[in-house]
């Protein structure tokens, strides 16, 4: 069957845009359209995890996002009368290149991957909206698309992912929403701020100006309001929650603009020091904890918040979707191929692999966000009484480079594992762990693989560094038989790594996950391993 391209991409925000740099180093034609003409509203600022910068890095952006973001985050806690100062640098987090958070704007990060994109000739194509999707009988999907004054025009494309965010077209198409609304509404906006004038009993207290270099959390019994700090040529984005209102957008849609009078009455009820002089934008939003019921099916998938919706709480959405983009990319990259003999198993992975990450991400998520927002009077006691009581041992805390990277670790998904993946396989006699470090405590397939100093070809690399190129990777221990020829490729890279002595082997997917373990090089079983995602005959 011929079709127009292998993947379309509905949506160009973070998601769409790393899924096609993904896709498209791993063999797919890729095509991305996106219904904005133009960036609409200020872009606000995101946190991007390790992880994510791992996920991201054999894509070839880090360095241009690395020059574009701050690698700290700095906070101050406001609690009434007590300001507690947070700063998250460098953490001890082992075994990553990455040891810290990046804060950038959206609106740079989406420019840095569509610059990516452009560099592999690619273009997103801006003004052009899908009004309607469907399966095609034997393979495929059929998508209307939508351009101002021009006629409909249709295209036939081997998959189509929607990362259209939470309205998703593609996603009524896969599968509904579990999950609801909360209680609470966010409240949005970028604003410039003043110091406001404050007062200790009978005497006026000279202002202090807010930092302009660090987030300011206030904490009250309301609920939370954070100011993050401006960018380049931008003011302040606020968010704040308060109880819902009766007429609020419909879901993934922004709503009416806040009064200055409102942002400064949230801003006042948590005590955070500072005053409204302008209002550049702003907007309700309905605050959801959505999943989509599945990922995927057939031909049609979705990624990001088209596929869940998470409250604002530590810049999940963005992170989990950028998981979910390099998961599937590759995937459909291998499936697209010419000569792809992919089974099945392989697309349908990604719904086991990601469904199950997000929905204990979202979980989470759901749960931080009641105890900081929830009117419920337990949450409101917490907020006024214990948070206070704590606040001063949290710096303490934070120092403590293990501590504060434990946190990360569990936010970022540093620890996920795909166990119960198909695509997670071990040789059934294999009873030996992988020894000398390459794989920590007994790395097991569906782990991700740890950034470890090795020796490979007589000199001291990275094991990241090593394997940054799109592709599978075959680590072989020092002792091992060679991978033969044969199953080699442009998408299929063998190493040895001098200084792990024994006679195993790791087959690494393009994610960074183990997918087959063995204490031996077993052809049989790796040829299994590469039919199942496409790259062997048979």
């Known amino acids: 069957m011929t079709y127009d391209t292998d993947l379309l991409v509905v949506g160009a925000g ?104 452009a560099e592999r000739g690619l273009e997103v194509e801006h003004g052009v909206e899908v009004v309607r999707v469907a399966r095609v009988g034997a393979g495929g999907a059929r998508a209307v698309l939508r351009r101002a004054g021009l006629p409909a025009d249709e295209v036939h494309c081997r998959f189509l992912a929607g990362c259209d965010g939470p309205t998703s077209l593609v996603r009524r198409s896969v599968g509904g929403w579990i999950g609801g609304d909360d209680s609470r509404e966010a409240v949005l906006a970028d604003v410039e701020l003043g110091p406001a004038a404050t007062v200790a009993g009978s005497r006026a207290v000279e202002p202090v100006l807010l930092e302009a270099d660090t987030a300011h959390v206030g904490v009250g019994r309301s609920g939370v309001a954070v100011l993050v700090p401006p960018g380049a040529g931008a003011g302040w984005r606020m968010h704040a929650s308060r109880p819902a209102a009766a007429d609020l957008p419909p879901a993934g849609e922004t709503g009416a603009p806040v009064s200055r009078t409102e942002l400064q009455h949230l801003l006042d009820d948590v005590a955070l020091p500072a005053r409204v002089e302008a209002v550049a934008w702003s907007a309700e939003v309905r605050v959801q904890h959505r999943l989509a019921s599945r990922f995927s099916r057939g031909p049609l998938f979705v990624a990001g918040e088209a596929a869940h919706v998470h409250p604002p709480v530590g810049g999940q959405g963005v992170n989990a979707g950028i998981h979910d983009a390099v998961n599937l990319g590759w995937k459909l990259g291998f499936a697209a191929g010419a000569s792809s003999t992919a089974r099945p198993a392989l697309l349908d992975s990604y719904n086991q692999e990601r469904r199950r990450a997000d929905r204990a991400v979202l979980r989470r998520t759901h749960a931080l966000y009641r105890v900081a927002a929830s009117p419920h009077p337990l949450a409101q006691l917490a907020r006024v009484g214990a948070v206070p009581l704590i606040a001063p041992i949290v710096p303490f805390l934070l120092r403590q480079r293990r501590v504060s990277a434990a946190v990360v670790r569990s936010l970022a998904q540093l620890r996920l594992r795909y166990a119960r993946s198909p695509l997670s396989m071990e040789v059934p006699a294999s009873v030996v762990r992988v020894r000398g470090g390459l794989a920590q405590r007994g790395l097991r397939p569906g782990s991700r693989v740890a950034d470890t100093l090795v020796r490979c070809a007589g000199r001291r690399v990275r094991l990241h560094e090593l394997i940054n190129e799109p592709g599978v990777h075959i680590l072989l221990q020092s002792g091992a038989r060679a991978v033969p020829e044969s199953m080699l490729g442009p998408l299929v890279h063998a190493y040895r790594l001098d200084d792990r002595p024994g006679t195993g082997m790791l087959v690494v997917r393009p994610d960074g996950y183990v997918a087959l373990r063995a204490p031996v090089v077993d052809e049989a079983s790796l040829a299994t391993w590469l039919r199942l995602v496409g790259l062997a005959e048979g």
């Open 14 to 117: 973070s998601t769409g845009l790393t899924l096609a740099l993904q896709a498209a180093a791993h063999g797919a034609r890729v095509r991305v359209v996106e219904r904005r003409s133009q960036p609409q509203g200020p872009s606000p600022t995101v946190v991007l995890h390790p992880r994510s910068l791992e996920l991201l890095r054999p894509l070839g952006v880090t360095e241009a996002l690395f020059a574009r973001g701050e690698r700290s985050v700095a906070a101050r806690l406001h609690l009434r009368s007590r300001v507690v100062s947070l700063t998250l640098g460098r953490l001890e987090l082992p075994g990553t290149a990455f040891p810290y958070l990046l804060r950038i704007r959206q609106g740079e990060l989406e420019e840095v991957l569509a610059a990516a994109l």
